[in-house]
Nanobody
Framework: QVQLVESGGGLVQAGDSLRLSCAAS????????MGWFRQAPGKEREFVAF????????DYADSVKGRFTISRDNTENTMYLQMNSLKPEDTAVYYC?????????????????WGQGTQVTVSS
């Protein structure tokens, strides 16, 4: 288990960009796959992006494909989500996740460590 802290959220207009950061404590972050999820009010937590252990294999929800990019900097124990061309439907609390337990990485229940979330609000 690793402690995760998200930052970088805020209030932006449609079409703007944001880069979310997820800082991990300890020295184990580089040894885990990583993911981003989001949760809008009244909705279930949904998958956003995934990167494999070495970062070479990534996957995105169809709703963000081509607009969002997941990356990591293992030397800084930080993962990122670059969000471009933001839309009002992207409004949600965004969570980073680490330590995939196995199975489908799109299932939020398969992740062991979570950050506290950072709010992203996109106005039209």
């Amino acid at each position: 288990q690793v402690q995760l802290v998200e930052s970088g959220g805020g209030l932006v207009q449609a079409g703007d960009s944001l880069r979310l950061s997820c800082a991990a404590s300890g020295r184990t972050f580089s040894g885990t796959a990583m993911g981003w999820f989001r949760q809008a009010p009244g909705k279930e937590r949904e998958f956003v992006a995934f990167a494999s252990l070495n970062g070479g294999n990534t996957d995105y929800a169809d709703s963000v494909k081509g607009r969002f990019t997941i990356s990591r900097d293992n030397t800084e124990n930080t993962m990122y989500l670059q969000m471009n061309s933001l839309k009002p439907e992207d409004t949600a609390v965004y969570y980073c996740a680490a330590y995939l337990l196995g199975g489908n990485y799109r299932d939020s229940g398969r992740w062991r460590s979570w950050g506290q979330g950072t709010q992203v609000t996109v106005s039209s």
